[in-house]
């Protein structure tokens, strides 16, 4: 795409779908209400799929809605002119989506009862996921090749900048109680599981056969057949469809079909020197 990213508070967003303006609406005067449930992620951690459970969650396992509204207005991007637009169709309680880094969030937020959902993956997954997901979608630079994009995700020099300021920023929440963690991989082993401790955090009883149902549709493959959720209905202005699909693979673990022993030394370099102090231990570290 020709076009130069702006920053607001130095994040880089596209024009657009972004607007100084709206940005600094969303972070001082965006109403959050305290039945609200955002799922917040780095891009390409696993956004949509948790979409989709929240979705079946709160419609009692019943598939209908995933089947019949489309997936972005269902949880609309509260950061976006469109998801600003759709969020007045919404009935409370309200599944919103956010790729906002911390200190750009809103506000009302951090006085709210309000719930966060912060979804996580291998950023060597996000960083490969994200080089096809660029060439197709109109937010995005089209990458010049896998070394230079792979230095521009590495150095934050994308679309909300880096991930490593993203997680490194989202983890000063990681012991409150309205904050909650789950990771891409994790949702790869233990779907089920996954979905029961989603339950558990947002206050939601279901039996065995409606987590069952739940499990059935959240599945990839489930949702890569459903044009709801598929991506295959979004307009040309916004992805292209020449250039690939959606849904691409939905795995964990590509990276290694992609880097060279070289590029995923460098990875680990950065990856260590950025996140030495953090004190956690991921899921996917040492896999």
Known sequence: MSFDYFLYKGVKFSPGSYSQELLQYVENEFQVLDDDVYIVTYPKSGTHWLIEILSLINRDADPTWCNSVLIWLRSPWIETKEGQLQLKDLSSPRVLTSHLPFHIFPKAFFTSKAKIIYVMRNPKDIFVSLFYFAKIICHYKDPESFE????????????????????????????????????????????????????????????????????????????????????????????????????????????????????????????????????????????
Do not use: P
């Not at 109680?177 to 279901?206: A, M, V």
């Not at 549709?217 to 598929?230: L, P, R, V």
């Not at 690939?244 to 939905?250: P, S």
């Not at 990856?271 to 570290?285: A, I, T, V």
């Open 148 to 287: 230079q994009y792979l230095e521009d995700f590495l150095q934050g020099n994308i679309l909300y900048n880096s991930w490593f300021e993203h997680v490194r920023g989202w983890m000063q929440m990681k012991d409150n109680s309205n904050f909650f963690i789950i990771t891409y991989e994790e949702l790869h082993q233990d779907l089920r599981g996954c979905i029961l401790r989603i339950c558990k955090f947002l206050g939601k009883e279901l039996g065995d056969s409606k987590i069952d149902t739940i499990v059935k549709h959240s599945s990839f493959e489930a949702m890569k057949e459903n044009k709801m959720s598929n991506y295959s209905l979004g307009t040309e202005e916004y992805i292209d469809h020449t250039k690939g699909t959606f849904m691409r693979k939905g795995t964990a673990g590509d990276w290694k079909n992609h880097f060279t022993v070289a590029q995923s030394e460098h990875f680990d370099r950065v990856y260590q020197e950025k996140m030495k102090d953090l004190n956690m231990k991921f899921f996917w570290e040492g896999k």
